[in-house]
């Protein structure tokens, strides 16, 4: 560790005859050469790696030696630093010999102090870092910076012995450093007389020690504070230019993957892959001047940043039966929400293994595993309890019982396997822990539904699992146990159903959101009931799994039936169920958000992709929905009042962000590569690849909508069919709808005969031609009429504004057919607020102010992204921003500003007054490109239903007339 003094004197002394007592009774034989090889040098084990005394690793769990567990005063000398305990030795120098000049370069001590007590020694022995040196006495505590070249010389005939402890510190430790003293090069700061801790002062010698010296994957901060170590050492000799911007590319990646995976298992080979890819670069490098203590500054960085950055041989090796399990299949869902359906159907699947039910006494016949084990707190289960012996035992016993669909037992070698137990869905954590390669399978059903089939299943009595639960005052036990059970004990039936439910349901989204996005997808009942068939090919498609099966007619009722299905069966306890069902609505809403990302294929590019790219080896990797946020983006939401629609048409989705208390509510609904959307506060208009769609708010639909508390629903009521012309933004006027014809380069109308009707195009344009001669692309609205237009280049050949993309932009005065604004770089989203003309200069990243009189820009803010979808809500900007593809990057100033992983896809909220951000809501995974974002002003959480929806077939609109007509 790097000291600001090269000596500390703790404020603690130790009497070093007894603890020279205790050493004496050490027989030679246990001392060992040390570990570097060093002449004359020898040390004996106190704390090592799993206790073994043979050891000398620093990676992993440190335990005492049974050296240590012999000597009661070494025991109470480093309990009395009451910290976590690392490596410790007693360190021996022979008489005229030293400890070999060197620096603790690795980075255990990076991020340790090494204390060093004195227990047999001269006044001839000296400590030398550095320029300074001097002679600890016996029984004294020190630390000094092991950063810079140092030695211990004993020039005495007689041999030194020192206790030396490497731990992280602690409080106590702080307390004796800042009462202690520090000694330099220049002076001593103040003497020291510490008090002594005597033999058998400390009755109770308890110690904890370090139980993980290295995390499996380093996080970003800590990176950095190691990286800072180098950095100081690098401005004294001007290396910065060479060195620095390979440690802050590096920084930044491993930032980027890290917002994405965390220590993920799934994120290993993209952060293994570019710890190599540095290595690589730093070897390209000239020769460096070296750091203050010698070393060279490149290879530092190796040894104390990428090395030990990642540590996947930290893990829990799998056992050899556990190694059969070839990507295990587990379904996961709340009680009674038809697993047993899922599972016994997807059970039919070729070469797929199951032990033919459930797993209740294969799991919890494991002692460790049962909730008796921890006090019946619960059947949760977490990584920690996935130790091998454990694991090894569970995957003995469903490799002994495990069939397929045949009866037949696995062959010799690895295999596929189905396993469905309801307490699983509290044992995420440990079943990836113990199976990393596992998959995950979330299955939802209407919580209504659930809740339901949960009190008939209390009610009847065949689904009791603790009997004699202790302390459980009620009716015996059902179902499966969460935390906080014990709570519950008062509560009416369906209020327990209902915590139970919630409970469970809490913990499998928790769970899930920690995994990489391929291991896991979601079922809906409904549609396993409606299209048992295609549910089980998408299903089967996504786990990689062959299903040769042909399901004609409805599923057979599963074994865990109580009484016939039917879609409506829980209306018959719906009085009973509704106080109930107000405690779970947020959840139930979150679970219903996941069916934006459906089972899928995995690895396969679509008919397109394979079109532009033939070579099989680059398939196109499918991502699912995700999105993260700043904890205020909610709250800023909240406090307006409104929400937030956008359109993001690569990937194929219109999204509402609605604020749910202090979450971000992200609603997603399909459609053909939407673009441009209008809004005027009963109508909303979607335009779509050859669509234009006509939405309605329908409130007495929003009634209807589940769970409750709604305030808008739109609903489908027109679409025009335009043809593919590359529709941008729309707007509407005082009577019509404004459409910005891309591939025409017109602005055109909407009649009930026409594809469209051309109302005006940029006068350089000589004719209607279905070229894009110009991009135009967006429409500012002045007095309900358009006003300004943006184009990205000002050409009147086929896509001729590519010529000039980075530079070519305008903004067209419509009422005058004048350019007011040239030289932009990709203009989009023209708006007029606060008197302000307001453009985003997209290939900048860029919000910015026109000033009309002068044609001059005022940029207000820069963004990490490209710039396109604008709305106003008095100060506050919403900017849509895209990471992009490459190509279009290729030649434009915000490929030059910003690298391809710092750019972001998502909504950046600025202050217009000062350009500040305030917040932001990043999407991940599928979701690349942002086009239009519409403000929602007065609309909480309202919803907009899909063409072909449930809802949208049964919803009936009549004109009051018509209503009085209806019997």
Not at 179 to 184: F, M
Not at 243 to 260: C, H, N, Q
Not at 360 to 389: C, F, K, T, Y
Not at 485 to 510: G, N, Y
């Amino acid at each position: 560790m790097r000291l600001s003094a090269e000596f500390v004197q703790l404020n603690i002394r130790f009497d070093a005859d007894a603890l020279a007592a205790e050493i004496a009774a050490i027989p030679e034989a246990a001392w060992r050469p040390h570990p570097e090889g060093h002449a004359g040098n020898s040390a004996l084990p106190l704390v090592a790696l799993n206790g073994d005394p043979l050891n000398d690793g620093v990676r992993g769990a440190m335990a005492p030696t049974s050296h240590l567990t012999e000597r009661p005063y070494l025991r109470q000398v480093l309990a009395a630093l009451d910290a976590p305990i690392g490596r410790t030795r007693l360190m021996r120098i022979d008489g005229d010999a030293d400890a070999t000049l060197h620096v603790d370069l690795n980075v255990y001590w990076q991020t340790r102090m090494r204390i060093h007590i004195p227990i047999v020694t001269t006044p001839d022995v000296l400590f030398v870092v550095g320029d300074a040196q001097l002679h600890m006495a016996p029984g004294e505590a020190w630390i000094f910076d092991t950063w810079h070249l140092h030695n211990v010389i004993n020039p005495a005939p007689t041999r030194r012995i020192h206790l030396v402890i490497d731990t992280e510190g602690s409080g106590m430790i702080d307390r004796l450093i800042s009462t202690g003293r520090s000694y330099g090069t220049p002076r001593w700061l103040a003497p020291l007389d510490p008090p002594i801790v005597q033999p058998g002062q400390l009755l109770n010698a308890v110690f904890e020690t370090e139980a993980q010296t290295l995390p499996v994957v380093a996080d970003p901060q800590r990176l950095t504070s190691l990286s800072d170590i180098i950095r100081d050492g690098l401005s004294a000799h001007g290396e910065e230019r060479i060195l620095t911007p390979e440690i802050d590319r590096f920084l930044s990646a491993w930032a980027l993957l890290w917002e994405g995976w965390g220590p993920r298992p799934g994120g290993w080979r993209r952060y293994a892959d570019l710890i190599h890819d540095t290595s690589d670069r730093l070897a390209s490098l000239p020769k460096l001047a070296p750091l203050s203590n010698g070393l060279d500054p490149a290879n530092v960085f190796r040894q104390i940043v990428l090395q030990p950055a990642l540590n996947t041989d930290l893990m829990a090796p799998a056992s050899q039966e556990a190694e059969r399990f070839d990507r295990p299949v587990f379904i996961v869902s709340s009680p009674r929400s038809g697993s047993s359906l899922l599972f016994e159907t997807l059970a039919r699947a070729r070469g797929l293994m199951t032990i033919g039910g459930e797993s209740h006494a294969v799991i919890e016949g494991i002692d460790v595993l049962h909730p008796a084990s921890r006090e019946w707190s619960s059947n949760r289960l977490d990584a920690s309890d996935a130790a091998p012996s454990t694991v090894e035992a569970l995957a003995k016993r469903w490799v002994a019982e495990a069939r397929d669909r045949d009866g037949k037992p696995p062959v010799k070698g690895r295999f596929r396997f189905l396993e469905k137990t309801p307490k699983n869905s509290l044992r995420i954590p440990f079943l990836k822990a113990a199976f990393p390669d596992a998959r995950f399978v979330y299955l939802f059903r209407d919580e209504r539904a659930t809740l339901a089939s949960m009190m008939e299943a209390w009610r009847s009595g065949r689904f009791v699992t603790y009997p004699q639960l202790p302390h459980w005052p009620g009716r015996p036990w059902s179902l499966l146990l969460p935390e906080g059970w014990r709570e519950w004990s008062q509560l009416p039936l369906p209020h327990l159903v209902a915590e139970q439910w919630r409970a469970t349901t809490q913990t499998v989204l928790d769970d899930l959101a920690e995994l990489p996005a391929d291991d896991w997808c979601v079922v809906s009942y409904d549609r396993l009931v409606e299209a048992p068939e295609a549910e089980m090919e998408r299903l089967c498609t996504f786990l990689d799994l062959d299903w040769d099966q042909t399901l004609k007619g409805p599923l057979p009722a599963s074994s865990m039936t109580l009484t016939p299905p039917s879609p409506d069966k829980w209306k018959s306890q719906a009085e009973e169920l509704k106080p109930a069902l107000v405690r779970v609505q947020d959840l139930a809403e979150r679970a219903r958000g996941l069916f934006a990302r459906e089972p899928r294929q995995r690895d396969v590019p679509p008919a397109e992709a394979v079109l532009i790219n033939a070579s099989p080896a680059a398939p196109v990797k499918i991502e699912p929905f995700a999105s993260s946020h700043t904890s205020n983006f909610p709250e800023l939401l909240a406090a307006i009042g409104g929400s937030l629609v956008v359109s993001t048409y690569q990937s194929g989705r219109v999204v509402l962000l609605r604020a749910q208390g202090e979450r971000l509510n992200t609603h997603f609904s399909a459609f053909a590569s939407p673009m441009g959307m209008a809004f005027d506060g009963s109508k909303l208009a979607i335009a779509s690849l050859s669509e234009i769609w006509d939405y309605r708010n329908t409130p007495a639909a929003a009634e209807r909508l589940h769970p409750p508390g709604h305030d808008a629903c739109f609903l489908p009521r027109n679409m025009h069919v335009t043809g593919d012309i590359r529709v941008h933004e729309i707007a509407f006027g005082r009577d019509e709808l404004w459409v910005v014809n891309t591939r025409f380069s017109t602005l055109c109308t909407l009649d009930a005969e026409h594809s469209f009707v051309p109302r005006w195009r940029p006068a350089f344009v000589s004719r209607l031609a279905a070229e894009d001669r110009c991009h135009l692309n967006g429409l500012a609205m002045v007095d309900d009429a358009p006003r300004y237009a943006t184009a990205l280049g000002v050409s009147d050949v086929a896509e001729g504004w590519r010529a000039n993309k980075s530079a070519g932009g305008v903004i067209i005065d419509i009422s005058t057919d004048q350019i007011v604004v040239e030289g932009l770089s990709m203009p989009h989203s023209p708006r007029i607020h606060l008197g302000s003309l307001w453009v985003l200069e997209s290939a900048r990243g860029e919000l910015c102010k026109v000033d009309l009189a002068t044609g001059a820009r005022e940029t207000i803010a820069a963004l990490p992204g490209f710039a396109r979808g604008l709305a106003f809500h008095g100060p506050y900007a919403f900017v849509g921003l895209s990471q992009v593809r490459e190509d279009v990057f290729a030649d434009i100033p915000l490929g030059q500003r910003l690298a391809p992983e710092d750019r972001a896809c998502g909504i950046w909220v600025v202050d217009v007054r000062d350009g500040a951000t305030l917040a932001w809501m990043r999407f991940e995974g599928e979701i690349q490109e942002i086009f239009d974002v519409q403000m929602l002003p007065n609309l909480r959480l309202p919803d907009i239903q899909e063409p072909g929806s449930d809802l949208v077939a049964n919803s009936i609109i009549l004109s009051d007339d018509a209503m009085t007509q209806v019997g």
